[in-house]
């Protein structure tokens, strides 16, 4: 039993009726399934015994009430909109950064194209200038550490902070082409052959297939920044991140293979070569272990919710 609460911002463990202070730091709460109730505002008197009601379950409800915020109780709709704008105000953010970054990275694509490919982008590949393919590479390289600070600084927590850099990686992506199609109308469908990637070489295949990818990493983000506000999200093990390796290698040299044996002699072989045929049964068998190893860890993460005494967001 808990009588007077007084705190600008903390975390409660709400179990059948009693509230326990339990990590202020963190701002959030753990009721006794182990999903999150976030303190939105100061909490600064319970008005009465949180123990007034005869059943455990209308005490529990009494505890929750009295903390002021309700999100992770289905059938409730106490702050249903702060909690919506809570939960997805920064997704917007994210999105409208990424979008624009697109946008950046679209133009840049015009400008090359215009100098090294005035009739339109086709294959056989223009082998570019050495000074201005290390400036691509860095460009390139930039654009990554972009996506990659921005997670860090939106994320409220190590998974946070991956999954912003997963859900804004996969927006940036597609809203490539969407800019490309409005400035150039180009592609002409998503299965016109693009130069996709310059790092370490130059990955090669029809756009729907980097499109694929990218909404797989989109809603792997999504999934996670709602793991995330439920509670601490359990240890993702070495199995899981061995399998999201393998899955990832085998898209990139899905990408690739074709590639890297005409780059000797300059990629004098490159500049020769059209390609034809894909091997879209790599990217759908990457794409298959990535989900489905994800899928099933994310079905437990969401199920079988780690310890509250964790701090949220660690790898409990």
Known sequence: MLESLDFAKGVALVCFGEAYVHDVSWGRAWYHDGQAIEIAY?????????????????????????LGYLPAVPGHDLLLSERVV??????????????AMAYLES?????????????????????????TLLLELGR?????????????????????KFA?????????????????????DWPAS?????VLFLIPVPWVGPALAPVTVAVTMMGMGLILLRLEQRGPVRRAGSLLWLSQVVASLMIIV?????????????????????????????????????????GVWAWRAAT???SPNAPAGSDD
């Open 190 to 194: 998503l299965l016109t052959w693009d």
């Open 254 to 294: 899905s990408f690739t293979m074709d590639v890297v044996p005409r780059l000797p002699d300059q990629g004098a072989l490159l500049a020769q070569w059209t390609p034809a045929v894909y091997r879209w049964w790599m990217l759908g068998l990457g794409q298959c272990l990535a989900l489905s190893t994800f």
């Open 107 to 131: 133009t840049i694509v015009v400008y090359l194209r215009r100098l090294y490919y005035p009739r339109g982008f086709d294959f056989p590949l223009i082998i570019i200038d050495t000074p």
């Open 42 to 66: 100061p909490v600064t008197a319970v008005p009465k015994p949180l123990n007034s009601h005869g059943t455990a379950s209308e005490r529990w409800l009494d505890g929750l009430r009295s």
């Open 164 to 184: 912003y850099f997963l859900y804004m990686f996969g927006v940036w992506d597609i809203f490539y082409y969407v800019w490309l199609k409005v400035f150039l």
């Open 140 to 160: 390139e390289a930039a654009t990554i550490v972009m996506l990659a600070t921005v997670g860090i600084a939106a994320g409220r927590t190590s998974v946070g």
């Open 86 to 99: 809570r939960m997805w105000f920064p997704v917007v953010n994210a999105t409208a950064y990424a979008v």
């Open 304 to 306: 079988m919710p780690a």
